[in-house]
C-alpha cells in the first residue's frame, strides 16, 4: 500500500482555480507500480472518479465532467501528486480524496479497487 495526504483545499469563487497536493509514501508498494488517483465525494452522493495517472510513465486519464479544467500530474522526485483545478464551478464543492492502487495497463476509475486513501481536503466553489 501507500500512505497518502492531501492538503491545498478551500473556499474559492467560481472561475477560480485550486492546485490540491499529495504526499505519498511507499509502504509495501513503490511508486512506480502504482496508479494514482483523485476522487471527489459531495455531501448525500457517491464517491466520483475524477482524475488519474500512472506513476510509471505518467499517462493520465480524466472524467469527461473536468477532463477540460482540470489537470493531474505528479512529481518524482518529490513523491507528490497534483490535482490542478481551473474554472472551477459550485458543482466542483467537494471532498477531495487522493488514492493509489497497483499499476495496470489499463486506468481504473472503480474507487473499490484502490487499496490506499488519504482524509480528505475540502474544496468549496462558491457562487
Known amino acids: 500500500q501507500v500512505q497518502l495526504v492531501e492538503s491545498g483545499g478551500g473556499l474559492v469563487q467560481a472561475g477560480g482555480s485550486l492546485t490540491l497536493s499529495c504526499s505519498c509514501a511507499?509502504?509495501?508498494?513503490?511508486?512506480?507500480?502504482?496508479?494514482m488517483g483523485w476522487f471527489r465525494q459531495a455531501p448525500g452522493q457517491e464517491r466520483e472518479f475524477v482524475a488519474v495517472?500512472?506513476?510509471?510513465?505518467?499517462?493520465?486519464y480524466l472524467s469527461d465532467t473536468v477532463k477540460a479544467r482540470f489537470t493531474i500530474s505528479r512529481d518524482i522526485a518529490k513523491n507528490l501528486v497534483y490535482l490542478q483545478m481551473n474554472s472551477l464551478k459550485p458543482a466542483d464543492t467537494a471532498v477531495y480524496y487522493c488514492?493509489?492502487?497497483?499499476?495496470?495497463?489499463?486506468?481504473?476509475?472503480?474507487?473499490?479497487?484502490?487499496?490506499?486513501w488519504g482524509q480528505g481536503t475540502q474544496v468549496t466553489v462558491s457562487s
Open positions: 495517472i500512472k506513476w510509471f510513465d505518467g499517462n493520465t
Open positions: 488514492a493509489a492502487r497497483p499499476a495496470t495497463h489499463l486506468f481504473d476509475i472503480r474507487a473499490n479497487e484502490y487499496d490506499s
Open positions: 511507499p509502504s509495501g508498494r513503490t511508486l512506480s507500480s502504482s496508479q
